[in-house]
């Protein structure tokens, strides 16, 4: 694999807070200590809801439609960033490519994961089942893995056109793996409980 091409300076410029489209802004960011316990807390209570909160059997369509879509929209812009990055990893798009790809993929990544989550409750998924909880336990790592990819994002971004340092680099695989395979798991857990 050839020299990877990082940005200069004035390309990096482009994504930085102050030139920046407004959307691609950073925003003022909740601390990590309390998203943490927040994500933490609202899977554990969708946990415990869901088996009590089976859908009217007229809803429970529109449920799992939600459930499809919402699967979609989340899976189909993780898929795209991974494939972002894997074409920077091989030197065919620059850093800057990148993190603006990330930016924008941010937001229908957690739409859908949203999505899943509270539609999910609605189809009364049964925790005593050891898939299904195989399949919660992959959503709340794909959703405290979204954390850490936002923090390696805002990493790279900050490098201002320098060359990611190794660690921050692995890191960054690391991420990209975790979120491949929860998501994933999920995918096929899923697929495995509508064959019962």
Do not use: C
Request: net charge positive; no cysteine.
């Amino acid at each position: 694999m050839g020299a990877l091409p990082y940005p200069s300076r004035r390309e990096v410029g482009l994504t930085t807070v102050s030139s920046a489209p407004r959307h691609l802004r950073h925003r003022r960011r909740v601390p990590s200590y309390v998203l943490v316990p927040a994500l933490v807390a609202g899977w554990a209570a969708m946990m415990l809801a869901g088996p009590h909160m089976p859908a009217p059997a007229d809803i429970r369509p529109f449920a799992l439609f939600v459930h499809l879509a919402a699967l979609v929209l989340g899976m189909g812009a993780v898929l795209s960033l991974d494939w972002f990055g894997l074409m920077w990893l091989l030197g065919r798009q620059d850093l800057v490519s990148l993190v603006r790809a990330a930016q924008v993929a941010h937001t229908p990544i957690w739409i859908g994961l949203a999505g899943l989550s509270l539609s999910g409750v609605l189809l009364a998924p049964d925790t005593s089942a050891p898939l299904t909880l195989v399949k919660l336990v992959a959503v709340l790592v794909v959703a405290l893995n979204g954390l850490a990819a936002a923090t390696v994002q805002r990493r790279m971004l900050a490098l201002h056109g320098s060359g990611p340092p190794r660690r921050l680099l692995l890191t960054a695989v690391l991420v990209a793996t975790v979120s491949q395979a929860g998501w994933w798991t999920a995918t096929v857990v899923g697929f495995l409980n509508a064959q019962q």
